[in-house]
């Protein structure tokens, strides 16, 4: 039975069908079979090889807190303290990916895609952050990466998705500067003992994200709400922690291994595309992002960012600047939801244009709709900093996402996203913007952080009682565009 209203009937199948006498659910079983196959030619061909991916992250995913030697992480303890997170809800178990990891790789087998960003928990390999690894940490790591590889999917690893051992947070997290260097530790070693079989690392995601939502605004964890010159200060140490990380790889991984990072970096998009304007946008795109992505990529921190933050700028010396400017392999784009931007006379020279109480978004209300965001931003990250190589290491959207006693679950308001987003970059891939891949966030339903499991940003439903995952409208589009190397 399917549960269409009148009016949604009316509009598929016309009034007159709506209108006459005729039970719902004969003409909609109808509706599947009306569809001719395939119903329009293939559009917007992506380049051959383009790697077709999807990502989660540990604490998302994995559940199994207790598990085989694995230490507390700073989620845990954010997400067991009441009052933190929607209806209190933790990881403890999320989608027992930790057991159920075959089951999740036949998934994504079926769907087709050639590649899987996965995120490593630092608190299964080191326990505490530091000092004696867990030699079961890994354990999970490895059999999950031989299934992956005999299903023929590419692994990409992020070594930092947020989960601090708690150790170190118990001794200042990323305000001391000790957890910069137990972080390149910790990076080196997992990479010696993965890079057999992974070849991309990315050391961070979203640096501005953890720091921000963790330390200044409270509402991640470790739920902290910090002066602006410690933020920064700690800010420096994270990005820090990232270029030691990147040594580290580089140092103890087998030769042929890329490094690189996966970033939350607001796209800039000229509100309308006129020189002044994407002029304007490639300044507000280095500003916006100075604290992580733009220091990182130059080795230096924007004159107007120090400037702006005056007495509470960072204290840093030459040596870490150096560090935090190592060459990085690839760069990883997570693309959401983009600010616009015109030209200005300030001293910037740029201004963020505000959004009408009207502008649509995702179920999600900080997911505003906007796909010009995945084509401005590696267009504007290419043309400031002449990367090589860059991969979309997130996008997706959040739906109401109900599952019909059928089994269906209608998300077209994700498939709509989807079809926009992917529309934009195809044109960044067809004016040469190096995006070699697109990792569609989020493989299942998952933990969404601080709004537990009322947000889902997955393309297959995960009933979180049972554990049954089903495919929503947004695999069987995904798996088209896979299978036809372009939109459907
Ligand atoms: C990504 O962050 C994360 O990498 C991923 O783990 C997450 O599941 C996914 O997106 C979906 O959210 O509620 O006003 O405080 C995306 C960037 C930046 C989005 C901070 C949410 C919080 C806005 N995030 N933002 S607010």
């Given at each position: ?38 119903l ?7 380049p ?10 540990s ?20 997400s ?6 929607a ?5 403890d ?5 930790f057991h159920?990891y075959?089951?999740?790789?036949q998934?994504?087998k ?46 990409y ?6 989960d ?5 947070q ?11 260097q ?17 070849k991309?690392f ?18 991640h ?26 040594q ?54 924007h ?12 204290k ?15 760069l ?5 939801n ?10 910037k020279g ?9 502008y649509p ?23 400031l900093w002449n990367v ?6 997130e ?37 040469g ?15 969404e952080?601080?709004?537990?499991y ?7 439903y ?5 554990q ?5 409208l ?15």
């Open positions: 039975m399917t549960n269409f209203s009148r009016r949604t009937f009316a509009r598929l199948f016309g009034a007159t069908a709506a209108a006459s006498s005729l039970p719902l659910p004969a003409l909609a079983a109808g509706f599947k079979d009306a569809i001719p196959q395939p329009t030619p293939t559009t917007h061909h992506f051959q090889g383009f790697l077709w991916g999807s990502a989660t992250a604490y998302q995913v994995e559940g199994a807190v207790n598990e085989d030697g694995r230490g507390p992480s700073i989620w845990d303890t954010f067991h303290t009441p009052g933190k997170t209806f209190g809800d933790t990881g178990v999320a989608d027992d990916h159920r075959a089951e999740d790789i998934i994504m079926n769907l087709g895609v050639k590649t899987y960003r996965f995120s490593v928990a630092w608190s299964r390999v080191f326990p505490n952050g530091s000092g004696t690894p867990n030699p079961r940490g890994l354990d999970f790591y490895n059999r999950m990466l031989d299934t992956l590889l005999a299903a023929g999917i590419q692994p690893c992020t070594l930092y998705h947020w601090l051992p708690q150790t170190l118990d001794n200042g997290g990323w305000e001391n500067r000790d957890t910069a137990a972080f390149a530790d910790y990076a080196g070693y997992t990479a010696a003992h993965l890079s057999d079989r992974v991309h990315m050391t961070m995601n979203e640096i501005r994200t953890f720091v921000e939502l963790g330390y200044r605004d409270g509402v964890a470790p739920g902290l709400k910090l002066t602006a010159a410690r933020v920064a200060q700690l800010n420096h140490y994270a990005v820090l922690g990232h270029g030691l990380a990147v580290a790889i580089r140092a103890s991984a087998k030769p042929g291994t890329k490094v690189g990072l996966a970033e939350n970096a607001i796209p800039t998009a000229p509100v309308i595309e006129t020189p002044e304007h994407i002029e304007a946008a490639t300044r507000a795109y280095r500003l916006i992002n100075a604290s992580f992505l733009t220091v990182i990529m130059e080795g230096r921190y004159d107007l960012y120090l400037k702006q933050l005056g007495s509470d700028a960072p840093f010396t030459a040596a870490e600047m150096k560090t935090i400017g190592s060459p990085v392999d690839f990883g784009l997570n693309v959401y983009p600010a616009y931007i015109r030209a200005s006379n300030s001293e740029y201004e963020v244009v505000p959004s009408p109480a009207s978004h995702m179920y999600s209300p900080w997911l505003e709709f906007g796909p010009e965001g995945i084509y401005w931003s590696p267009k504007l990250a290419t043309k090589k190589e860059i991969f979309i290491t996008n997706g959207a959040s739906s109401t996402d109900v599952l019909t006693p059928e089994g269906e679950v209608y998300d077209t308001d994700r498939v709509m996203f989807l079809r926009n987003y992917l529309t934009q970059l195809h044109r960044a891939v067809s004016e913007v190096p995006v070699k891949g697109y990792f569609l966030w989020s493989l299942l339903d998952n933990y952080w601080a709004d537990g009322s947000k889902r940003f997955g393309i297959h995960v009933d979180f009682t049972t049954k995952r089903t495919p929503k947004s695999a069987k589009f995904y798996k088209e565009v896979i299978a036809r190397n372009g939109l459907a």
